[in-house]
Each structure stands twice: as C-alpha cells, then as structure tokens.
C-alpha cells in the first residue's frame, strides 16, 4: 500500500478539513491539499520524468509545501530524499549524487549554490516556490497514485557513520505504515481536531511524524520562523488548541526556560514528544512541573525510525513507584511493534541489568542502507537490528542507555559525528592530528570540542580552523572550542582515548597536557 493513500483517504472523508497552516493562517484544507499533491505528481511525472522507483531529494527548510512535494513523490512511485536543511550545499550535493537523485527541491541561496556545484550539472534542481511550477501545476492534471508493495522504498534518510560518510537507510512503505501505528499504540492517540506543529526539521522526526496525522486528518502547522522558538510557540499553541510536536531536548529545555521567565504553562499544547538524545532528570521534571503531563519520550534511529522504546506520558508522570526516578532516567519499554533485546558481542541476549549493545527486530526496521550491502550485512544479523548503543534492560523491560558506541555527538538536536569534523581539519595544512568529542553542555546538550596538535613548526590559531570548517561543513558541526595538544592519548593499538580526552574537559586527572 502507497503512503499516500492515507492523504487520499482523509481527503474523501473530510474534504473541509484544515490541513496545512503557516502559523495561525489556513493555506490549504484537505481537497485542497490531495488536488495539489495529484497535480504536482503529474507534473512530476509528465514534465520532469520521475518515474515509480526513482529518488527525488529534498533540500528545503521547513514549509507546508515539504509535504506536498513528500505526497507527490509517493503518488509517482518515487522515494522522498530529505536533506537537512542545516547541511552545506556541498555535503546536500554529495547526497543527491550518492541516493542517484535526478531531480532535487531547493529554493533561494541554497539552491544557487546548489545549481554552482559542477556535479549537479545534470540534475533539475527545482524551485518549489516558482512561478513556471506554479503554472505547470495549475494546467495539470490529477495523478493516480502508484501501487506500492510493503517494501518499495519511500525514504531514504541519511545518517551519518562512523566512516564519517553519511549513508542512505532505505526506509520502506512497510516501515513507515508500521511506525505510524506504533505512533497511536505508543506515542499519543490522535485525533482529526488535533495538530503537529514543525519545530523540528522536516527532513528528520518531525517529518517522519506527518503521517499520523495525515492518516487522523488533523492540522499540519509550519511556525513562520519555519522552525523552533519558544516564545512563538507559547504564543500559537493557545491559539492552535491540540498542539503536539516532536523535539529534542535542548527544545524543551528551551520552553522551560521561557516559561521560567514568562509563566506560560503549556496551554494549547496536547503532547511534545522529545528523543534523539539525552535528557536529563531534573530536566524533565521542571518541564512537567511547569507545562504540565504532556511529555512522551521515544527512543529510535534512522535505521528504525522513531520505534524501539517509548517512555509514555504516565510513566513521565509518575513520582509514586518505588523506582520513578530510574524509569525517567531510562527510554522507556519496547514500542508495541518491536523486539528489543540487550545481547553481548555474539548477539546473545543478555540478562536483565546486564550492559550490552541494544538490539531491534520488527517491521519497522530499515531495508537496508542504500549501495552499501556490506554496512548493512554488518548492521543487521539475523533479522536484528544493532543500533550501537549500549544500555541495560532492568527486569520489567525498561531500557537505560549507558553510552553511544558511535561516539556521535548530539548538539541541539542535531547529530554530529566526530569522524566527519576530524576529516576535515586534517586536511588543513597546519594541522597535523586531531580528536573530536562532545562535551556536557546545559544550552545544546552537549558541544563539539577539538583537540589539536599542529604539525611541528606551526603556529594555528581557533579563527583560522574555524573559517576552515565554516568553508567545507554546515555551521552547528564546527567545533565551539579548540584545545591545542603536543600530542594526543593513544593505547597501545594507537587509537586515540577519547575517555581521555573527555575526562580532561570534566576537570578529571588525564594523561592530556594543553600547550
Ligand atoms: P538518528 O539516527 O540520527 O536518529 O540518531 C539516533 C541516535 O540518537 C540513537 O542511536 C541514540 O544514540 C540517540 N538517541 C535517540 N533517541 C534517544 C533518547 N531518547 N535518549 C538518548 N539518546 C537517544
């Protein structure tokens, strides 16, 4: 079945409804939504040659027209390529050659830059915005949407590894349809009077969880900044009513903040589901205390998206079980569709308190990652899923993470891998080594920090790395401090401690002497 059925569906059943808004302003109901998706697919399909099978990419910032062009590419057959919209025109180029996307959605400075690049000479890159789409759109005719089998990719989200290189997770209809139900089951009921507001990126998350709601016919709300601001989201939330939104904890931070100072209290707000990182205790409990019982917290990866573990809003709530406190500290249970299992180095299931990597199995898993059958061989064995994070099941099932394998860093929500940043420094001429960590930051979460040895003779100073990074990687990648080092801990094997490293930036006693 074709994920764009669901639109279809709710635009039969309640064609009035409202469907799209720029903030408190109505752009589309759900006719009106379904016309412009089936006229934009023929246009897709007719004018620009995307045929079932195809990628298209999407590089735009958050709007109410991601999601039309989302249902148009399902409508044709096609799988949707969302790019952060943070990334650098260069590393969105890399993606669209990498996911084989003849045609990308982009608009204003970054679709320049985009269009400069000489490895998008033979690709479309539209403006959705222009007036000669407006026209094409206006003169088409309604597509029939495509039939799509439970495994026929619809998106291919792009995560970074460990290489460095970020890779395509091939998610399919399958996948997504089971992680929308999940969504009613785990997360929050929804209901046609309800809405998603986007203060998260649309290319992650927040994207992701349009499709319960389209299913619901309830509102999509774009916020006019286009992203997350607390203080307009305290402003719109009474006016919406029902409001739910995704985001990462740095976010709702964020709102607590401002209703520190403001003495919002959530009102308008139904549910804020945060995840994709960690979220501190005492944290979360001066969100509930202040905005009231509407947090959920999920636990997922791209690679099973938004599905292994949910903390539910009861169990966010609860100060009465003997051990509330450990339960908020972990991510919750198994979502209702998944296995989830800690298992040591062999796969095996460990026993419950036992640390070991987590482990995922169910529909919601990822076909694959796009042109990489080795990474994925690696990834999943035996139908299990190893999401490299390492955590502990305590007897009734709630699962702590302990650790990230992958050493990721999460800075506002967003992931940043430490691998990518190093490769870059070390191609500046004065550098001769480089480590990359995150450290506990109360603002982001945490924060990108640079240890730097320069090669003998060099003097290099944090603006020159820095004007270096801002050339070659998005902003939010680029460290905020450099430490510079005669030399870097390594063990015996010559792979550089990063505990080391760490444990310099806590105050603690390590083998790492600044110069
Ligand atoms: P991504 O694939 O970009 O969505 O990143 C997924 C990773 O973010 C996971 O493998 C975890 O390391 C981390 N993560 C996701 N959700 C949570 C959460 N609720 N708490 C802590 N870390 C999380």
Redesign the pocket.
């Known amino acids: 079945m074709n994920l764009a059925l669901w639109l279809e569906r709710a635009a039969r059943l309640n064609p009035q409804a409202p469907a799209l808004m720029r903030g408190t302003q109505l752009i589309a109901d759900y006719d009106t939504f379904l016309t412009r998706v089936l006229r934009l697919a023929t246009v897709l399909c007719d004018d620009m040659g995307i045929e079932a099978g195809d990628h298209v990419a999407i590089f735009l910032p958050n709007t109410t027209e991601y999601l039309e062009i989302l249902n148009a590419i399902w409508a044709v057959g096609a799988a949707a390529v969302p790019i952060n919209a943070k990334l650098h025109p260069r590393e969105a180029a890399w993606i669209v050659e990498h996911a084989r996307s003849r045609l990308v959605f982009a608009t204003g400075h970054a679709r320049e830059a985009l269009m400069a690049l000489p490895e998008m000479s033979d690709r479309q890159v539209i403006d959705p915005f222009a007036a000669e789409l407006d026209a094409a759109c206006h003169n088409a005719s309604l597509a029939r949407i495509e039939p799509r089998q439970p495994s026929d990719t619809a998106w291919v989200?792009y995560?970074s590894g460990t290489t460095g290189r970020p890779k395509g997770v091939m998610l399919t209809h399958g996948n997504l349809m089971a992680m929308a139900q999940s969504y009613f089951i785990d997360i929050d009921m929804v209901e046609p009077g309800d809405c998603t507001l986007y203060a998260a990126p649309m290319s992650?998350?927040a994207g992701l969880y349009s499709l319960p709601f389209t299913l619901r016919g309830a509102r999509h709300v774009v916020p006019v900044s286009g992203g997350f601001d607390a203080e307009e989201i305290a402003g719109l939330a009474p006016h919406l009513g029902n409001v739910c939104l995704f985001g990462a904890p740095t976010m709702v931070r964020r709102m607590v903040a401002r209703s520190r100072e403001s003495g919002y209290d959530g009102a308008g707000i139904k549910t804020v589901i945060?995840?994709?990182?960690?979220?501190y205790v005492a944290d979360i409990m001066e969100a509930v205390e202040r905005l009231g019982p509407r947090f959920v917290?999920?636990?997922?990866?791209?690679?099973s998206?938004m599905t292994i573990t949910a903390l539910s809003r009861a169990q966010v709530c609860d100060r009465t079980h003997p051990r509330w406190r450990e339960r908020l500290a972990s991510?919750g249970v198994a979502q209702s569709c998944v296995e989830v299992i800690v298992a040591d180095d062999d796969g095996t299931a460990l026993p419950s308190g036992r640390a070991g990597e987590i482990l995922v199995r169910g529909p919601t898993v990822m076909k694959g990652y796009l042109g990489n059958e080795e990474a994925t061989a690696r990834t999943i064995k035996d139908g299990w899923l190893r999401?490299?994070?390492i955590g502990a099941m305590d007897a009734e099932g709630f699962v702590t993470?302990q650790d990230?394998a992958?050493d990721?860093i999460?800075s506002g929500g967003s992931?940043i891998y430490p691998r990518e940043v190093e490769e870059v420094l070390l191609t500046h001429s004065d550098v001769a080594q480089v480590s990359v960590v995150g450290h506990p930051d109360p603002e982001w979460g945490e924060s990108v920090v640079a240890f730097v040895v320069p090669e003998t003779g060099s003097v290099v100073s944090t603006e020159a790395l820095d004007a270096w990074c801002l050339s070659q990687i998005a902003r939010f990648k680029r460290p905020k401090r450099y430490v510079f080092v005669p030399d870097l801990p390594k063990n015996a094997y010559g792979k550089v401690l990063k505990t080391s490293l760490r444990d310099h930036l806590n105050g603690c006693q390590a083998d790492v002497e600044p110069m």
């Open positions: 989200f995560t992650h998350g945060y995840g994709g990182g960690p979220m917290q999920v636990y997922g990866q791209g690679e998206p991510v999401t490299g994070d993470l990230r992958k990721v999460v992931n």
